[in-house]
């Protein structure tokens, strides 16, 4: 069995954002040459996630707005008496740090119009995030 690992970096905009990966994903995949297994998927940050979904404009904000609706920023939150982001790590917490997905034939098995995100929390930030691509 092959385990290949990759490294790649991203930039959010915006305090809270879904940032397609998709094809950073699919071409780790393609380029560890591994035809069968699976594909992990991970973020070491505490205020992001990685979220599977269809990239549409309005499902984007749809997620960002239930996100802002379920863990309000200012909510009375304990962690914000440290730093004032507590919303970030509840979402977080809910949405998860790692995706896996199978890989067939040499390539991620994604339904017609899932996508892979890295979903920002508390950003702009520079962030990290990392594949693992396990296999024959």
Not at 9 to 25: A, C, K, Q, Y
Not at 35 to 41: M, R
Not at 55 to 74: C, H, I, M, N, Q
Not at 86 to 96: K, P, Q, W
């Amino acid at each position: 069995m092959k385990v290949v690992n990759y490294t790649f970096s991203v930039r959010s905009s915006s305090g809270l954002e879904l940032i397609n990966i998709t094809g950073e994903v699919r071409r780790a995949v393609r380029e560890s040459g591994v035809k069968s297994g699976i594909c992990l998927v991970y973020t070491t940050h505490t205020t992001a996630a990685i979220v599977i979904n269809e990239d549409e404009p309005g499902l984007r904000e749809d997620v960002a707005r239930t996100v802002r609706e379920l863990f309000k920023p200012g909510g009375g939150w304990k962690h914000d008496l440290v730093d004032s982001n507590a919303h970030a790590h509840l979402s977080s917490i809910y949405l998860g740090p790692a995706k896996v997905v199978p890989v067939v034939d040499g390539d991620l098995l994604l339904g017609t119009w899932q996508s892979i995100f890295f979903v920002e929390l508390d950003g702009p930030r520079s962030r990290r995030y990392h594949v693992t691509v396990m296999g024959d």
